[in-house]
């Protein structure tokens, strides 16, 4: 029977996924193996009757620059009773190739465990893939998808921006970002926004919406007193990850709740609590400032991939042929800034916990410094000409607020 590879992809999309998955197949295509795409992850993988894509040189090639992916996607994540054998030994698997986050590549590792007692052989190798940035990937390495989504966030922030200064408004933006500020700062940037905030943001203090109000506030009073009228603030949603269950319950904002009592912050916009707070305290403080919420999110994952992403996710498919070729398995496909194709394994992340740490943004690295000290907020130095719009200036100095003065 003719040797095959199988592929699925689990977790949410990033753009270049579509590049992984064509490569994958034209590589593998032209060595003579059946490539096979399993619908819907893992669910998909170990039901009855799996949805698949036979993939042709055709379909391969139409859809490398394409956003999105071909193959659906699924967050399932099964249980060791759900393993079975059944599609690997009906199609002659050889290698199981994972498009995902690092519960995609584990789970891998689980089940090709598993397909050994079997009397299997399936080597497998992940691709991370993530719009975060938030693996630890050596040399700081970006995840692939990051910079597309980074490049269609500051798109559509320079047109907000744009509609700032044309309207005298200001803008409060909301990133994704699941526990890292990478894409918000990225965005932020290359925006030249007045405010950014980013969880890493609060290395000496606690996040409280309180705080984050009160930082947005001193970027608008220190615009004033420039002579600025517009402005805007963008706040990376990894903030809601480091708070207090308590301070989203006592936000003031109506939550739906999971069976767990935690609040369910993907039905909720971010950018339209921040700027509901924000709204509530201009009024409180007597200031008629317009602000207007912008959720940058789901717009990102899907588009189409720039130059590096097509380049980076090319070069990562091909180097799963090369690791597979080498007799490499259960590892992380990963390139370094040379172009080097190198495998890494799940240990090599992994803490003391048998967790994957989050990569932070390096708040005290030269870069987010002077990145930051060029925001616009209060300083000491401003107090008196503050005093014109609010009582009591030192509440609102970004530095005080952080704990970093």
């Known amino acids: 029977m003719k040797k095959s590879i199988a592929i699925i992809c689990g977790g949410g999309p990033a753009p270049g996924i579509n590049t992984v998955i064509s490569t994958l197949a034209k590589t593998f295509l032209k060595d003579g193996y059946t490539v096979i795409g399993v619908h819907h992850g893992y669910q998909g993988l170990l039901s009855d009757n799996p949805d698949v894509k036979i993939f042709d040189f055709a379909h391969a090639d139409r859809i490398f620059s394409r956003g999105g992916s071909t193959l659906i996607m699924s967050r399932f994540k099964p249980k060791d009773s ?94 994704m970002g699941r526990s890292a500020g990478h894409l918000a700062f990225g965005i932020a940037s290359a925006c030249h926004f007045q405010m950014m905030i980013i969880p890493e943001m609060f290395n000496k203090t606690t996040i409280t919406f309180d705080k984050i109000i009160n930082m947005i506030i001193s970027s608008i009073i220190k615009c004033k007193i420039k002579g600025i009228e517009y402005g805007v603030a963008l706040i990376s949603e990894g903030v809601f990850h480091f708070m207090e269950n308590s301070e989203i319950i006592n936000s003031g904002i109506n939550f739906t709740y999971d069976d ?137 100095d970004f530095k005080k607020i952080l704990n970093w003065s």
């Open 82 to 175: 759900d393993f079975k054998a059944d599609f690997f030994k009906k199609n002659n698997i050889k290698l199981l190739v994972t498009i995902g986050g690092d519960d995609t590549a584990s789970t891998a590792n689980r089940l090709t465990k598993y397909l050994q007692t079997q009397n299997l052989t399936v080597a497998h190798i992940h691709v991370p893939k993530t719009i975060d940035n938030d693996l630890p990937l050596p040399d700081r390495n970006p995840t692939f998808g990051f910079h597309t989504a980074k490049d269609e966030g500051v798109r559509i922030g320079n047109t907000v921006y744009e509609d700032a200064r044309t309207s005298e408004n200001w803008f409060v933006v909301s990133a």
């Open 260 to 396: 767990h009592g935690h609040p369910e912050l993907g039905n909720v916009s971010k950018s339209h609590i921040f700027n509901y707070l924000l709204q509530i305290k201009l009024k409180e403080l007597g200031l008629d400032i317009k602000s207007r919420p912008v959720e940058i999110g789901y717009e990102l994952r899907c588009c189409n991939p720039i130059a590096f992403d097509l380049t980076l996710c090319t070069l990562l498919g091909i180097g799963v042929k090369k690791l597979f070729d080498q007799g490499i398995s259960d590892c992380i496909v990963s390139a370094n800034s040379r172009g080097d194709i190198t495998p890494l394994f799940l240990k090599d992340f992994e803490d003391e916990n048998g967790k994957i740490p989050p990569r932070l943004v390096n708040i005290n690295s030269d870069m987010a410094q002077l990145f930051i000290n060029n925001l616009f907020f209060i300083h000491e130095k401003d107090y008196t000409q503050a005093q014109k719009y609010v009582s009591n200036p030192e509440e609102y």
